[in-house]
């Protein structure tokens, strides 16, 4: 079980793995994997217990109610897998910065708290405002050749890659 | 017999959840619950993310569409429209390169221990798809149907069989990742 005390594994071994996984859902759950549902659920959960009336009438909980599912529990297990692989490998621990922020911004935690909520934000809003994300479109949807999910996927990526340029070459 | 297990709830939420875990652990194992990884994928000097990301494609349309073949999986792709997927695509995209994480490898790096995904990221992410559920009546009206296509894919849209598209994109990934490995990427 040496594999899995190790901090990585090849790309291509992770997503044969990803790819397989997305069948393994496909057949025992007809499900593609996706991530961020869950999200708007658990926003309207929270928002539940402030206006109980009014999370009901809104619309767009109509279409996609805030109970626990199928997805969200999906998300709870990401969390729960990541914390296990790190554990195993021992690289498991409490960072405020990444390196890479610290390298070209310095390593203030109020700045890159205050970067992560605003982005945080945006990738909330997008990824419904899509339908999905980059588990839900950039992986399961592509994989069925889904015209919306290439579409989002070109979307996510020339966004974040104007964006990370801009961050880091012009700032 | 499949269907059955389809309706079993408390199976499916189980099921869901041991699926998330191998999902998480291969997220962390590949690095790409890691901030400095996505960056280097956005600022095209570490090719990590589109390396498992593709990988995962080639595999997965292979399988799900021979599952398909052999009825024991259904598809279930997306409607879209320029307003909703571009669009929103591209909000995503530019929420993607501040924050560095995208939903799910967000969530893998609060497992991981990143506190900026913990307190910046998630409860970002919860302002932000709570925010579209407040704007989604007008945004419905306005620009969410724009340019509408519904679910249609590649293959229906070129009008030939699913493998005339299949084998030709798998290839051109293949090659494109070749390309990345012999150019040091």
């Known amino acids: 079980m040496e594999w899995l005390m190790m901090d990585r594994w090849s790309p291509y071994v992770v997503g044969i793995g990803i790819g397989l996984l997305s069948c393994v859902a496909f057949v025992l759950s007809d499900k593609p994997i996706g991530c961020s549902t869950a999200f708007s659920r658990t926003s309207g959960m929270i928002e539940k217990l402030f206006q109980p009336g009014k999370v009901v009438e809104k619309a767009y909980y109509k279409k996609f109610p805030p109970v626990i599912d199928w997805e969200w529990m999906l998300v709870i297990g990401v969390l729960v897998g990541a914390f296990i692989s790190s554990n195993l490998s021992g690289t498991f621990g409490g960072v405020w910065v990444p390196g890479k922020w610290t390298s070209a911004f310095g390593s203030s935690a109020g700045l890159r708290w205050s970067a992560s909520l605003l982005g945080g934000i945006l990738l909330g809003l997008g990824a419904r405002w899509a339908g999905g994300c980059t588990s839900g479109h950039g992986i399961s949807g592509t994989l069925q050749m889904a015209a919306s999910s290439w579409l989002a996927v070109m979307g996510f990526f020339i966004g974040g890659i104007i964006t990370a340029m801009i961050f880091y070459h012009v700032f | ?185």
């Not at chain 2, 939420?13 to 990884?37: A, H």
């Not at chain 2, 909000?91 to 924050?99: E, P, S």
């Not at chain 2, 992410?125 to 419905?140: H, I, K, N, V």
């Not at chain 2, 293959?155 to 040091?184: D, M, R, T």
Request: proline fraction near 3%.
């Open chain 2, 1 to 185: 017999m499949l269907k059955k297990l389809h309706e079993k709830k408390t199976v499916q939420l189980i099921l869901g959840l041991g699926i998330g875990i191998v999902f998480g652990v291969l997220l962390q194992k590949g690095g790409v619950t890691k901030y400095d990884v996505i960056l280097g994928q956005l600022l095209l000097t570490d090719f990590t993310v589109v390396k498992v990301m593709l990988t995962a494609i080639v595999v997965g349309k292979i399988g799900v569409h021979l599952l398909k073949g052999m009825g024991v999986a259904q598809l279930h792709p997306k409607s879209g429209s320029f307003g909703s997927s571009l669009i929103g695509g591209l909000i995503f995209g530019v929420g993607f390169g501040i924050l560095g994480y995208c939903p799910g490898t967000m969530i893998g790096a609060v497992g991981q221990g990143s506190l900026d995904a913990l307190f910046g990221g998630l409860p970002g992410m919860l302002l932000g798809a709570g925010l579209f559920a407040g704007l989604y009546p007008s945004l419905e009206k306005k620009i969410l149907n724009k340019g509408y296509f519904g679910e249609i894919t590649l293959p229906q849209l070129l009008k030939v069989g699913h493998w005339w598209v299949i084998v030709p994109i798998s290839i051109g990934i293949i090659g494109l990742l070749w390309w990345i490995e012999s150019a040091g990427l």
